[in-house]
């Protein structure tokens, strides 16, 4: 590894043809591992799409499923939407990144993501339409 202050790298996920919110912090640590053993910065993690976003949250215990919820009850997939291309009601997924964002920029120290005790990195995708995304992640220290 080049001492070389900024690392960027995509790791390629399939999320399949329903809603999910995919846990990919082990993604984000393999990552660190590589190019930033005990090193401090910044770690951004970046979707690539218009239709994912990234959330910090806690997984595993229903709160990963009760941000699904609530974004099924503030964007439903019905016809109101004025984007209509792909399956019905999927112009809700084009507002999701204005909800999720889709990037987050977490502290890194000694090389290791700084998250809380319950926190996880988190690709949310709503759009069964494209089970293939892209997620970049990268490492400035």
Not at 115 to 138: A, E, F, M
Request: hydrophobic content about 40%; some cysteine.
């Amino acid at each position: 590894m080049a001492d070389t202050p900024f690392h960027s790298r995509t790791i390629d996920l399939t999320t399949g043809s329903g809603e999910v919110a995919m846990d990919i912090t082990h993604h984000c640590a393999a990552f660190l591992e590589s190019v930033a053993p005990g090193r401090d910065g910044l770690l951004n993690v970046f979707v690539p799409h218009a239709t994912a976003g990234v959330a910090v949250i806690e997984v595993g215990a229903g709160s990963d499923d009760d941000l699904l919820a609530v974004l099924r009850e503030l964007l439903p997939a019905d016809g109101r939407w004025r984007h209509r291309h792909g399956s019905p009601g999927h112009g809700r997924d084009h507002v999701l990144p204005g909800l999720v964002a889709p990037h987050a920029t977490l502290p890194v120290i000694d090389g290791q993501l700084a998250l809380g005790v319950w926190q996880s990195v988190v690709l949310v995708d709503t759009n069964g339409d494209n089970p293939r995304r892209t997620v970049r992640l990268s490492f400035l220290g």
